[in-house]
């Protein structure tokens, strides 16, 4: 019996997974799209910055996932609006650095901020012990397709 619940388990897990992810998602979205922050510029805002120094443009279009000539336009128009710029690499004639502006980096605060009133209205009554244990499972779940994913030792 204890088989047959924990394969009903494994068949629901990654459906509700990546329908958390939509939907988490979603929710800051809605929250970011009256700061005109789409999901394309959050997300670069945030590796750009998590990066601290800058980041190589190949490896924020790695971190994004998105192709080079995406990564470009969106670059285009975020330096346009003022909110990050490029400069050569240093150790890589033909790379170039994405740097954060000030105004860039307020951008950034006001996303953090909005992120954090996000995740306490969605992890609302969820225990510490829960949210631990969750952790622990997806960082698992995580490992396990670093190993067998593309790039992996058994990919």
């Known amino acids: 019996m204890a ?8 068949e629901v897990f990654g459906l509700l997974l990546a329908d958390m992810a939509h939907k988490w998602r979603r929710v800051l979205d809605q929250r970011l799209k009256p700061k005109g922050l789409s999901q394309a510029t959050w997300r670069t805002i945030y590796y750009v910055q998590l ?4 980041i190589l443009q190949k490896d924020l279009a790695i971190a994004i996932g ?9 670059l285009d128009s975020l330096e346009n609006d003022g909110l990050l710029m490029r400069r050569p690499s240093p150790n890589d004639r033909r790379g170039k650095i994405i740097l954060l502006t000030p105004e860039g980096e307020s951008k950034y605060q006001e996303f953090r901020d909005i992120a954090d009133a996000v995740r306490k209205e969605l992890l609302h009554g969820i225990s510490g012990e829960n949210l631990g244990a969750c952790l622990d499972v997806l960082t698992q779940i995580g490992g396990n397709a670093d190993r067998i994913g593309p790039g992996g030792k058994d990919g």
């Open 3 to 10: 088989a047959k619940k924990r394969q009903e388990l494994v």
């Open 51 to 54: 990066a601290g120094t800058g």
């Open 66 to 74: 998105i192709e080079g000539p995406s990564l470009v336009r969106l």
